[in-house]
């Protein structure tokens, strides 16, 4: 599909086989799972499909859904919890571009992945993650009005990617962390306009099954690759103090 002409008006990035990082990010990022990676959507997975929204009224703020998305586009990763990092364009969030995720992972380790963004208009925004990303799917950022109030979504299509992460949905650890972050997310983007907000989450089973032809997927796990990856990075940084 080609993309429209104008972004106001909605623009889907262009289809790609693998993905690259084009905005290279700064050196304290660590940069790995990204690229050359395919996209997975939630039939690539391999756990149980789960929908998922997160949901806060910005009651008293008097600023439109535009407003919000705006905002939100622009200074995306600056909501996030403490110790996660966004690592995208410098043009906030744009249709096609590629982003570095830094995640504070269980044990103190960071978790590198990433993921694409598929969409944006005035009113939401997209994504889709790469193989080893601890879920498969897309999550949609909105903001609409309701009741004359406006408020902001988050919603997520998504099943766990491998094996070993739907080892962790079934024990509650991912789903956990996933509803945490997204809640402080929400609770900080509520914050900027002045707002103590309540966050909603509701959460639905969409598919009971696994797809045990995925379970290979567990050769890209994020997770894993982060950890092994995590040794060489301490090394590099003591020479290069030392040096």
Sequence with gaps: MEPEENPQQGTWARPVDRLTVANRPPSQAINLNVDGRELTGPLQGFGQMWQKSYTVRLSGAGVTPEQVVATWKARFGDFWPRGNRFYG???????????????????????????????????????????????????????????????????????????????????????????????????????????????????????????WRRAGNVWHNAAIRSALYAPLRALRLLLRRSG
Excluded at 96 to 115: F, H, K, M, R
Excluded at 121 to 133: A, I, K, L, R
Aim: charged letters at 20%.
């Design 89 to 211: 364009s410098l043009q906030g969030i744009t249709p096609g571009d590629v982003a570095v995720l830094n995640l504070a992972a269980p044990g103190g380790l960071p978790l590198s992945t990433g993921v694409l963004v598929i969409y944006a208009d005035d009113n939401s925004f997209s994504f889709m993650t790469p193989q080893g990303h601890m879920f498969a799917g897309m999550i949609t950022f909105s903001a609409y009005e309701e009741d004359g109030t406006t408020e902001a979504e988050v919603r997520a299509l998504i099943r766990a990617s491998d094996p070993i992460y739907e080892i962790g949905c079934r024990l509650g650890i991912v789903h956990r962390l996933e509803d945490n972050f997204w809640r402080e997310t929400l609770e900080q983007l509520a914050a900027h306009f002045g707002v103590n907000g309540q966050v909603q989450i509701q959460t639905s089973r969409v598919d009971d099954k696994v797809q």
